[in-house]
């Protein structure tokens, strides 16, 4: 078993149930036994925002017999020096509003909205990115799981974690003597995504917790790795995600963050904005009866920071050696940055 201690800074406004670990909710039909059979949840603790962490959680990971893949790295780009003087914002100082897709919302309504939109898809939500990738988002995952280069026994924190396909593939990496800890700061995402583990037979259990990736409740030096897929362009605040991340993280480990970016070919552009604004609707229309969000997805995308933004946001963040390498002619980018 391996200690885990929590920082005592989880937002209340975030989450609908900040503070409080997952409780095991079931489908209809799944017996109550199975689920603590397999998945035990991380206490987090609803304390005020005192800046020193005061109590720590004792969990239990067990090595799983998930498949080891790797993908193609697409080209690669890098910054060899952090410039902690030049931090970059996506806000001026004075705006009180951010966007959410091409609106412009109060920040503090940005969190609850886009949980709307994933409790809407959280059903369909993995058929929809088989669909809308044609697949390729697993070779994207693998690939990010490969440049993470775990070894056993090594710490990780998975960020906006879904359904769990980053936790299903670092899991057998670290083996019984490590720990993956799967987090999202939606409550339907971590509870489809819980029990898609346990539908697909996984008989050991895995650390969970609803958290806000802008205020992790865990101590400073934590983990090897932090993870985050798809979720950094839903976060509010991604500067001081990218400062959270940081902390958490031990001397020598570094973040990974898998992000659709900016395609780096021209000539695609129109067709992948057709794609995206078109075609993209009207699938999330035909299966999860949602056009909505998948309208928003779009928006979002294109809202956030390209390669050399994001990179340079890390840099500001006290991430240090910051790259990136791009995937699928720039529709996605991973971005690795170290603390030292």
Known sequence: MVDLKVHPTLSQAA???S??????RLRPGRPQSSLHGCIHGVSVTDVPDSGAPTHGTR???TQFSAPRHSGTVGNHHRQPVANRNAPVTTQTPDDDTIDFGYQRVPRGEKAARVGEVFRSVAGRYDLMNDLMSAGLHRLWKRQTVAMARLRPGQRVLDLAAGTGDLVEL?????GREGQVVMTDINEAMLTEGRNRLI???????IDHAQVNAEHLPFASGSFDRVTIAFGLRNVTDKEQALREMRRVLKPGGFALVLEFSQLYIKALRPVYDAYSFQVLPRMGKLVTNDADSYRYLA???RMHPDQATLRDMMLGAGLEDCDYTNMSGGVVAIHRGYRY
Do not use: Y
């Not at 503070?19 to 095991?24: E, H, I, K, Y």
């Not at 670092?170 to 670290?174: D, H, N």
């Open 15 to 17: 989450a609908p149930e």
């Open 199 to 205: 539908d697909a037979g996984w008989l050991r259990p």
């Open 59 to 61: 969990a239990t990971v």
């Open 19 to 24: 503070g409080a670990s997952v409780t095991d």
């Open 170 to 174: 670092m899991a057998p990496k670290v």
């Open 299 to 301: 928006e979002s995308i």
